[in-house]
């Protein structure tokens, strides 16, 4: 292959669920066989286009292959299993005959259908994005499948763009993905890397064919413990690239090392410099979550270059552009010295914010000019390319803007205020520690008399068209408060009606006055704003309208107990009250960057605590406090993870620990990989824990008792993020399992998660279902006693 030039500006990834989220409307109805598959695709090419033009408007160039070609139906890592055909056995029957997988097989994996769970989902890396597990065996078929990939860059070829295209690298997705049921106890996926990697030459060659200059192949799992264990000299990436790169027919590799400090934290640089010297072209290196390197790590670069991702891709404050520009040019005398070239880009993918600043016409007028979302960033990139290569005078106006920005930021009223402060300052031990729990559990088994294997749901129920309507009308003024409050009232009757029927032990109000777990919070603290279009992608078409936190936080008024304490004067039942927990209401923020994440935990704790006091006035015995997102902000590096988890446990106990020994204190927690932070989990000290199981069949108990894990627990039962009814047998047989391991006296019956995205119809089948089998596991224990 001829030497290419790595653009002066890139990015490694643009938001791809729509400004508008065009994707979302396009998969769902298609899902709802509204569209057929080339209608589908048609609005897929058409949103990329427009992307691509907009990218090129803010001035990256349309044929340098600075436009990264990272479009994915539904998530990057089943493209990546798409493009090996690694078909995991129990879909074996949606491959073609040449073992490839079509668009609506690829649904199918994630998705699932009636008879098959989806491949399992859990979060990418430390951020709120999900993606679809590989599973992998020893006969898993492994073959590389570049169709897509081929096909993507062609269309837009013919368009007169030139796009990069990017894969999830080979050493990352076996490190991302599972051992497929039935394969040896102690199989790692790691073991099938040659075949992997046989697979991503003719990938390669592939698109070498097609005329692509440049390939991105991310390699994020090379800054977590293990990843960074294989990223030092002598060890497999080394091989692994050395490998890539010697490849007769490839087009140049950008090798990404997003999220962190690739190999070695104490030696930055080390591992972009042995993937320069094994051949790769463009080396990437994370400058907001990871160290900057330096020429005595970065060794010989041997003409590649060196992408420094110092624009933050994963929040939304404007850039320092003058501290920026200051580290990129002392980084250049680095580079320069390793004998490589510098480009400026970012440090991950902008998938994880916004599209646009300039589509928000309703945030408070102090902040868009503190922000930039993914448009925003270009143009930071593309301006920190340019004073680093023409001068500082060259965007002298651009480095003005910036600085005044963060001056009127950290001036403004709000950012700091004296009594949130005060407050905190006078905090003692006492205030994070509640009684025993053995003192409480009497306690509640008095107040409540539930009975063996209660049954209840996460919170929240469908949120209908027509309370999404009704929100909307609310919004824009065209119902009165009086008319949406008796709308709401109404929605919750008969939700607490539907509980009541079903034969459900603890209700819950279902939430219909929230759009969202988190913004709902953020509406009612003051210190947060709303986006009204600031869309993130999840998972497949689902996104999320992250707040922004600006400045400190407090609780104005009460505002859940209305709500709760009338669903509740509804049914004689125990009731719960739902809460969002700190960790999560931050992590599924866009957080201040210009104070420690502990203190804006403690403020949020603070203004919870406040009110889970008045729920506990209005008569609410049970309050569930969510931490779905607690080991989501896990650093990725075991050394930084002891300092997390003490603070962010510390503030769930802070929220709570004013409560009385009667009410029982529950939370939420979503996938995860438990048995890390097993002990975090019990230092929560809540009464009772609901956790994400159905999918991964119970893995999590198994945890659970190894380590003893003695409170209440409810693994669930229904994965609800499946548009599929599981049957009473299927329940059963999870129960059973859960029963296998833990005390029947300590396990709770519940659903996954939220039941928000579902609809009605399959909610009550399957709550039935549910109900049905617990009925039965409980005769059965009866019996058996």
Known sequence: MSKQTFPAASILGYPRIGPNRELKKALEAHWAKQTDEATLHAAALELQRNNLAKLTTLGLGATDASLPGDFAYYDQVLDATIALSAVPTRFADLAATDGT????????????????APLEMTKWFDTNY????????????????????????????????????????????????????GAAADFDPLVRLD????????????????????????E??????????LAVPGALAESVYTTLAAATKRPALLVTLGYGTAGN???????????????????????????????????????????????????????????????????????????????????????????????????????????????????????????????????????????????NRAEFAGTTVPAVRTRLANLTTADFSRSDATTRKVAQEQALDLP????????????????????????????????????????????????EELGLDVLVHGEAERNDMVQYFAENFDGFAET???????????????????????????????????????????????????????????????????????????????????????????????EPALRELLPLRSKD????????????????????DSTQIHTHLCYSEFGEIINAIDALDADVTSIEAARSRMEVTEDLTNFGFSRGIGPGVYDIHAPRVPSEAEVAELINIALGSLDARQLWINPDCGLKTRGYLETRESLANLVAATVAARSTLSLSV
Do not use: C
């Open 220 to 229: 994020p799992a090379l800054v977590t413990d293990r990843g960074a264990a």
């Open 532 to 626: 009204s279009n600031g869309w993130v992608q999840s998972y497949g078409s689902r996104a999320t309208r992250p707040s922004i936190l600006w400045g400190d936080v407090s609780r104005p008024a009460p505002f859940t107990v209305p709500w709760i304490s009338y669903a509740a004067s509804l049914t004689n039942k125990p009731f719960k009250g739902m809460l969002t927990g700190p960790v999560t209401i931050l992590a599924w923020s866009f957080i201040r960057d210009d104070e420690p994440l502990s203190v804006s935990a403690n403020q949020v704790a603070l203004a919870l605590r406040d009110e889970i006091a008045d729920l506990e006035a209005a008569g609410i015995s049970i309050i569930q406090v969510d």
């Open 195 to 218: 075949e992997v990697v046989n697979a991503y030459v003719e990938i390669l060659a592939a698109l070498a064919a097609a005329g692509a200059p440049w390939v991105q192949l991310d």
């Open 130 to 181: 999900h993606y679809l597990v590989p599973e992998i065996g020893e006969s898993t078929p492994i073959k590389a499948n570049a169709a897509a990939l081929v096909e993507s860059f062609t269309a837009h070829q013919a368009n007169g763009t030139t796009i990069r295209p990017t894969l999830v690298g080979p050493i990352s997705y076996l490190l991302l993905a599972k051992a497929e049921d």
């Open 101 to 116: 997988i079509n668009t609506a097989g690829a649904f199918v994996l994630a998705r699932g259908d009636e008879s098959r």
């Open 641 to 660: 993870q002891t300092k997390y988890l003490g603070w962010s446990v510390d503030s769930f106990r802070l929220s709570t620990a004013g409560a009385v």
């Open 265 to 407: 934290v104490e030696r930055p640089g080390e591992t972009q410099g042995l993937l320069a010297r094994a051949g790769v072209d463009a080396v990437h290196a994370d400058l907001i979550r990871g160290a900057l390197p330096t020429a005595n790590f970065l060794g010989d670069l041997a003409g590649s270059t060196l992408v420094a991702g110092i624009v933050d891709s994963r929040n939304i404050w404007r850039n320092n552009l003058t501290t920026s520009l200051q580290t990129l040019q002392g980084l250049r005398a680095e580079v320069q010295q390793a004998g490589g070239t510098l480009a400026v880009g970012t440090a991950t993918s902008l998938q994880h914010v916004p599209h646009d600043v300039a589509l928000e016409t309703k945030l408070p007028a102090h902040l868009p000019e503190w922000l930039a979302f993914a448009n925003q960033k270009v143009s930071e990139v593309i301006t920190l390319a340019k004073g680093l290569n023409d001068g500082q005078e060259a965007v002298a106006t651009e480095l003005a803007e910036a600085d005044a920005a963060i001056k």
């Open 452 to 499: 063996l294997l209660p049954t209840t749901t996460i919170g929240s129920f469908p949120q209908t068209v027509e309370v999404r309507s009704a929100r909307a009308a609310h919004r824009a003024g065209t119902i009165n408060d009086a008319a949406y409050e008796g709308f709401l009232k109404e929605e919750i009757a008969r939700v607490v009606a539907l509980q």
